[in-house]
């Protein structure tokens, strides 16, 4: 089993693998399995249609920002700090690093409860536990290294698609649904859309992806003798590319079928049991024991840590590369703890911050709520901010962003706008 794992990894298409990769495993974070279990225990199989709406409207946006990655050899707030006022970028940037410390309280909190359902004892203590290991890990790991587990890591979500073989779906119903949903567009629906959508296409995934294209190169360029990212051969840079399309779409593909398969199993166990009033991805997998059984009920919580243990670090991360490139400050994880203090005590900042919240009287699914809507509302301007920065030459040379991507970005960011105000419409 090692040898064959070993010899997957050694492919070429999978070595091709990276920040897609990452990116989209990340986005089924432990508030993701939340909303997704809600989507599918409130409406069944007929929400199932919204991760496959999303797919390609998030590869469209995610191929945007690593391309601005790649290309510039500059993570996103680097590219928004050349061309946009200081206001806009620090807005940004602020909002960001609130609404990640934010997920991360509600993700470490999410997997210390999953650990305590599994094995008993305190959920603060383990969520203490988890937001620690996932600092050190962050801090003391070479890059290649920790990527490299990262990307193993996103094989435990694997257990979502696992679940169905463990319970029964009535697969013509799931057809039906998937064709022609039974909504009733009221204010219930609405809200969980809004979620989903919102849960999907976040903005720490844009920064996380830009930020990793640049680490990418710099590793590259380093193995070859290279000081310097930039500038690129056209051939070399084409050829970026080419990986970066092939390691979005599937990046993007995986994660939209795992909270396809969420959505699925959460639809086939406690919604059929009128089980619809579910808030939390622990809550969801406590429900799923005597319904779906001890292997289900070990999967998906399982699913939960192993995610968690996933996220957690790409919203730290995020925050941190986003901070530093702000203040002009030393950033990446393939330096060492002393050459980018600055970028490392922002990534400690937002952990720690995350696992402190659990602390206090803070509503686990009110923190969720402030975060998705403090994500949606951002998402609208970051992602017109990058559509501007894709098309520009001075910023992109002869790389800038063509026709068909130029419409799917657009319409994605049309699509969370349309999102953001049926939010407030509902609220």
């Not at 999953?114 to 801090?139: E, H, I, K, T, W």
């Not at 310097?228 to 399309?245: D, M, Q, S, Y």
């Not at 962003?401 to 960011?413: H, K, N, S, V, Y």
Request: charged share 15%.
């Amino acid at each position: 089993m090692v040898r064959l794992l070993k010899k997957l990894g050694d492919h070429p298409r999978v070595r091709q693998l990276g920040p897609g990769l990452i990116t989209g495993a990340a986005d089924d974070d432990p508030s993701g399995i939340a909303t997704y279990s809600q989507a599918g225990a409130q409406f069944g199989y007929s929400m199932l249609w919204a991760v496959l709406f999303t797919y390609p409207l998030m590869v469209g946006i995610q191929m945007v920002s690593a391309r601005l990655g790649c290309i510039t050899g500059r993570g996103l707030a680097a590219n928004v700090k050349a061309v946009f006022p200081r206001w806009v970028l620090y807005s940004i940037v602020g909002l960001l690093l609130m609404a990640n410390t934010i997920n991360i309280a509600a993700d470490v909190a999410a997997m210390g409860e999953a650990l305590r359902l599994l094995v008993g004892g305190s959920a603060r203590l383990y969520s203490v536990g988890f937001g620690a290991l996932c600092l050190v890990l962050q801090v003391f790991l070479r890059y290649e290294s920790y990527v490299r587990y990262l990307k193993w890591l996103t094989l435990v979500l694997l257990s979502y698609v696992a679940v169905i073989f463990t319970i029964h779906v009535p697969w013509n119903s799931v057809i039906r649904e998937l064709a022609f949903p039974s909504l009733v567009f009221d204010n219930s629906t609405i809200t969980v859309i809004v979620a989903v959508f919102g849960t999907t296409i976040s903005p720490y995934l844009f920064f996380w992806q830009a930020a990793q294209e640049v680490e990418d190169l710099r590793a590259v360029f380093a193995r070859n003798g290279h000081s310097t990212l930039l500038p690129h051969a056209e051939e070399v840079a084409r050829g970026h590319l080419r990986r970066i399309r092939w390691d979005t779409y599937l990046g993007m593909g995986f994660s939209n079928l795992i909270a396809f398969f969420i959505i699925l199993s959460t639809a086939a166990t406690l919604h059929a049991a009128g089980m619809v009033n579910i808030q939390t991805s622990a809550q969801a997998a406590g429900a799923l024991r005597p319904l779906g059984g001890q292997l289900t009920f070990l999967l998906f919580s399982l699913g939960i840590i192993g995610t968690g243990m996933l996220a957690v670090p790409v919203l730290a991360g995020s925050a941190a590369y986003a901070v530093s490139e702000s203040f002009d400050w030393q950033s990446g994880m393939d330096r060492k703890l002393h050459e980018a203090v600055e970028f490392y005590a922002i990534i400690a900042v937002a952990t720690v911050g995350g696992v402190i919240l659990n602390f206090t009287h803070l509503d686990p699914m009110r923190a969720l709520l402030w975060s998705a809507e403090i994500n949606g509302v951002i998402a609208v301007p970051i992602m017109a901010i990058m559509m501007l920065l894709a098309r520009r030459e001075d910023i992109m040379g002869q790389f800038v962003i063509r026709p068909t991507l130029r419409r799917l970005g657009w319409a994605a960011t049309a699509v969370m706008a349309i999102t953001v105000v049926a939010m407030a419409a509902t609220m």
